[in-house]
C-alpha cells in the first residue's frame, strides 16, 4: 500500500532538546514538505523539497533543521532553538508542479 | 500578510442541505487551487481541485467555484451528509514554485 508515514505518533521533549520526526513515503514523489499546526490555526510551511540533497525554507523555518538524502525519506530536527516546539506536525509528499499533497498522519509534540 | 482566508471558522449545516465553504486569496500568482478535509488526530486529505483556466470543477457531490476577478473560491457540498463533518481547509499554489499556502480551515458539521 502506497502512503507516508510518519513516526512517532506522541513525541516528548525536555527543554534543551533536539528531537527528529521521521517521514517516509512510497509513493515515488519528488517533492516533501513539512508543516506545523497549531490549536484553531491553519498548516504553516517549515520546510520543502522539490528534489533529493535540496530544500528551501518555508514560512517558519527558524529552530527547524531538515535534511533529504534519499527520495523517499525527509526527517525533521526541532532544534532547542524553536522556543515555542509544542504542535502538530504534519509531513506531506507530492508530485511536481504543485499537485494535490498526500499527508501523513502527524507526529504531536510536547515539552516536558 | 495572511495570502489565503477563510473568513469563517465554523459552518453547521442540516442533512440534505447544501454546504458552501468560502475561501478568499491576494496572491494574483496563485494558478492552482485545492479543498483538503481533515479528521481530528489525522492529516489532511485531498478533495477536489481546479486550474486558473476553469471556473468551476465537479466531482460527484462536490463542486469547486472560482472566481478570479474576485480572487475567490468557495467548495459546494450537496446533498450534505454527517459523514462530511470535518475541518476543510483550501489551499492555494503558483505551480512554478511547487508550494500551497494554506487557509485556516473551516469546521463543518452536518446534523442529522
Known amino acids: 500500500d502506497g502512503g507516508i508515514t510518519q513516526s512517532p505518533k506522541y513525541l516528548f521533549r525536555k527543554e534543551g532538546q533536539n528531537v527528529t520526526l521521521s517521514c517516509e513515503q512510497n509513493l515515488n514523489h519528488d517533492a516533501m514538505y513539512w508543516y506545523r499546526q497549531d490549536p484553531g490555526q491553519g498548516l504553516r510551511l517549515i520546510y520543502y523539497?522539490?528534489?533529493?540533497?535540496?530544500?528551501q525554507k518555508g514560512d517558519i523555518a527558524e529552530g527547524y533543521s531538515v535534511s533529504r538524502e534519499k527520495k523517499e525519506s525527509f526527517p525533521l530536527t526541532v532544534t532547542s532553538a524553536q522556543k515555542n516546539p509544542t504542535a502538530f506536525y504534519l509531513c506531506a509528499s507530492s508530485g511536481a508542479g504543485g499537485q494535490p499533497q498526500h499527508f501523513g498522519d502527524g507526529t504531536r509534540l510536547s515539552i516536558l | 500578510d495572511q495570502q489565503v482566508k477563510q473568513n469563517s471558522p465554523s459552518l453547521s449545516v442540516q442533512e440534505g442541505r447544501i454546504s458552501i465553504l468560502n475561501c478568499d486569496y491576494t496572491?494574483?500568482?496563485?494558478?492552482?487551487f485545492l479543498w483538503y478535509k481533515k479528521y481530528p488526530a489525522e492529516g489532511p486529505t485531498f478533495l477536489i481541485s481546479?486550474?486558473?483556466?476553469?471556473d468551476k470543477n465537479e466531482d460527484g457531490r462536490f463542486t469547486v467555484f472560482l472566481n478570479k476577478s474576485a480572487k475567490h473560491l468557495s467548495l459546494h457540498i450537496v446533498p450534505s451528509q454527517p459523514g462530511d463533518s470535518a475541518v476543510y481547509f483550501c489551499?492555494?499554489?503558483?505551480?512554478?514554485?511547487?508550494?500551497?499556502?494554506f487557509g485556516d480551515g473551516t469546521t463543518l458539521t452536518v446534523k442529522p
Open positions: 489551499a492555494a499554489s503558483n505551480t512554478n514554485a511547487g508550494k500551497s499556502t
Open positions: 523539497s522539490q528534489i533529493v540533497n535540496d530544500f
Open positions: 496572491n494574483s500568482m496563485f494558478d492552482y
Open positions: 481546479i486550474s486558473s483556466i476553469k
